[in-house]
């Protein structure tokens, strides 16, 4: 699954820098989540970073975006690939 951030985000600006697949930016009102990038830290981390600084606790599953672990590790190796070419 790929995380999102719900409307109680208080724009802290602490989970940004800290998204290993550039995931995380600005949006119209708060903070979002690329469900494309997002890969809950899989390949990175062992847990999702974002969820671990943020200060609201504002950052679940998305449950439009469910993946397995496994297509999760597909998708680290594919933004990794592309980082790379």
């Given amino acids: 699954m790929a995380l999102l951030i719900t409307d109680d985000c208080i724009n802290c600006d602490v989970c940004e820098p800290e998204c290993p697949n550039e995931a995380i930016s600005m949006g ?5 989540i690329d469900p494309n990038k997002c890969t809950e830290c899989v390949g990175h981390f062992d847990e999702p970073q974002c969820q671990q600084v943020c200060p609201v606790a504002c950052i679940p599953l998305d449950p439009a975006w469910r993946e397995s672990p496994d297509e999760l590790m597909l998708k680290y190796q594919r933004l990794t690939a592309a980082k790379a070419a």
Avoid: G, I
Wanted: aromatic share 40%.
């Fill in 28 to 32: 119209p009102e708060f903070y979002v």
